[in-house]
């Protein structure tokens, strides 16, 4: 374990009503305890999942589109101001850093094509495959990994990859802080997952989060599931499956 705790710095934040720290999981955050070699944040849209990973990396001294410590760069003005409100506490010092998301990840490669270390092919890959490549040529052991909705750019062949190397490189003492919307990247052994939402961010099983028990139900039966969705059920699930 690198990273071991987040706490955000409320005396230091002249106006909670402001953006991002009015997000309804933000606004309840003051410390947070990392136990897992591997952690994922999940949570609808706009929960402050991605949010709060690019606020821990800029915080952590990279950029908020990507990259390691070594690229600096901007294409446009990304991050919040929530990086500068986060306090981390270390338990070791990372061998490499990097933070890889999804939506920018094209700004990323053409940056590193200037640099002695470029995602070489990019180009002549699709995206998945050169997202895919970056980790495997990027990701060490012994480092600090972010992602942010890496499932976006990998097929479900990709994201099965991906799982074999969080598993290689968490036995080679590497960290990942992960956002993602996933069911398939949460099922990874051991990992911590923590759900953000109205109610804060808390801790929870894999299989009681929304991402599990809404796969399972439509992969179970997709006729049942289809036929609650086009009524205009807004929550398909059977009634035995609802959280209070």
Same mark, same amino acid.
């Given at each position: ?17 402001? *953006? ?49 410590? +070594?690229? +600096? ?10 990086? !500068? ?24 490669? +053409?940056? *590193? !094509? ?30 600090? *990994? ?22 290689q490189l968490q036995a080679d003492h590497s960290q990942f802080l992960i956002a993602t919307h996933s069911p398939i990247l949460m099922a990874f052994p051991g990992a911590g997952i923590m759900e953000m939402s109205d109610s804060g961010i808390r801790p929870i099983n894999y299989r009681e989060s929304?991402? *599990? ?32």
């Amino acid at each position: 374990m690198h990273l071991t705790g987040i706490e955000l710095l409320w005396t230091a934040v002249e106006d909670r009503d402001e *953006y991002p720290f009015a997000i309804a999981a933000i606004s309840h955050l003051t410390t947070l305890s990392l136990a897992s070699q591997v952690t994922f944040f999940v949570g609808e849209n706009g929960s402050g999942k991605s949010t709060l990973i690019e606020a821990i990396a800029g915080a952590a001294g990279l950029s908020p589109e990507g990259g390691s410590r +070594n690229l +600096n760069f901007a294409t446009r003005r990304s991050d919040s101001s929530l990086q !500068e409100h986060l306090l981390l506490t270390w338990h070791s010092r990372p061998k490499s850093w990097f933070f890889l998301r999804a939506e920018s990840f094209y700004n990323v490669a +053409n940056a *590193y !094509e200037s640099l002695s270390e470029p995602i070489t092919g990019y180009h002549e890959r699709s995206h998945g495959e050169a997202f895919l490549s970056a980790i495997k040529g990027h990701f060490r052991g012994g480092g600090l *990994y972010l992602l942010d909705e890496p499932e976006a750019a990998l097929s479900l062949v990709g994201q099965l990859q991906l799982l074999a190397v969080l598993h290689q490189l968490q036995a080679d003492h590497s960290q990942f802080l992960i956002a993602t919307h996933s069911p398939i990247l949460m099922a990874f052994p051991g990992a911590g997952i923590m759900e953000m939402s109205d109610s804060g961010i808390r801790p929870i099983n894999y299989r009681e989060s929304e991402q *599990y028990l809404l796969t399972r139900s439509f992969l179970e039966d997709p006729d049942v599931f289809m036929r609650h969705l086009f009524v205009g059920d807004p929550n398909p699930r059977g009634p035995s499956e609802r959280r209070p």
